[in-house]
C-alpha cells in the first residue's frame, strides 16, 4: 500500500553527478518510485549507459553537464525546464577529491576541487532556485560529508569544499525558505563506491571503519536513497537548513581500546 506522504511520484528530479556511487543509487531510488529522473554527468558514454541501465518506471534521461562551467549549468537546468515546465527536487551530487597532505596540494588540484564541489553545487541550487522560486515550491539536498563536521587528514581542500555546503545549506534555507523552497543536506558516512574501493581493500582501513561504527560495516550507495527520498517528500516538508547524517552512527561517539571493565583492573 502506498501512502502519498512519501510519495515522490511524478516529480521531477535533477541529480547531478548521477552516473555512478552515491548519485546513481539516489537516481535510481527515486525512478523506481515513479519520479522523472534527469541525471548529469560530464562523460555522455558513460552517464547514458547509466541510465540505461537504471529500472524505473520511467526511462531515466541523462543530460551531459560540467558542473564546473556556470554556462553549462545554466543550458542544462532550462533543458530541464523547458522539457519538464518545472524542477521539483534536486540532488546535488557531483563532487571530486584528491588525496594528498595540504603542502603537496597545487593550485589546480584546489581549484579542480572547489569548482566542482562547493562553486559548482552553487551554481546549480542556484540556477534551480530561480525556476523553483517562480513555481513556489521545490526541493534540494546537497550532498555533504563526515568532513562537513570535522576534517579528516590529507584532504584538505575536499574537506573545506564540504564544509561550505553545510553553510550553503543553511544559508539557501534561510534566504528560500519563504518561496516554498526547502533545503537540508545528506552526509554519508563512509561509504563503498567505484572510487573509494581501492582505499578500503587495505585491511587496517577496513577494520578502523567497521570499528568506529556503530552498525559494524561500511555503507553502501544504496544506505542513502530512504533518507533522500524522505527530504523530497511532503513527510518532510516542516524540515529545512538541516544536514543529517547517515553514517551507521560514527558521529555519535568515539571508540577507544579501553579495557571492557574500564580500566579499573
Known sequence: MSDALFSVQDQVVLVSGGSRGIGRAIAEGFAERGARVVITGREQQS????AGEMNGRLPVEPLVCDVAD?????????????????????????????????????????????????????????????QMRTQGAGSQLNIASLNTDRPLVNVLPYAMSKAGIGHMTRGLATEWGPYGIRVNALAPGFILTDLTEQLWSHE?????????????????????????????SPASEFLTGQILYVDGGFTAGWN??????????
Request: glycine fraction near 10%; charged fraction near 20%.
Open 47 to 50: 552517464l547514458a549507459a547509466a
Open 256 to 265: 577507544w581500546p579501553i579495557p571492557a571493565d574500564g580500566g579499573q583492573s
Open 70 to 130: 556556470g554556462e553549462a549549468i545554466l543550458r542544462a537546468v532550462a533543458q530541464v525546464v523547458q522539457q519538464h515546465g518545472r524542477i521539483d527536487t534536486l540532488v546535488n551530487v557531483a563532487g571530486v577529491n584528491r588525496r594528498k597532505a595540504a603542502v603537496d596540494v597545487t593550485e589546480a588540484d584546489y581549484d579542480f576541487i572547489l569548482d566542482i564541489n562547493l562553486k559548482g553545487a552553487f551554481l546549480m541550487s542556484q540556477a534551480v532556485g530561480r
Open 204 to 232: 587496517t582501513m577496513q577494520a578502523w571503519g567497521e570499528t568506529n561504527t556503530p552498525q559494524r560495516r561500511l555503507g553502501r550507495p544504496q544506505d542513502m536513497v530512504g533518507t533522500a527520498l524522505f527530504l523530497a
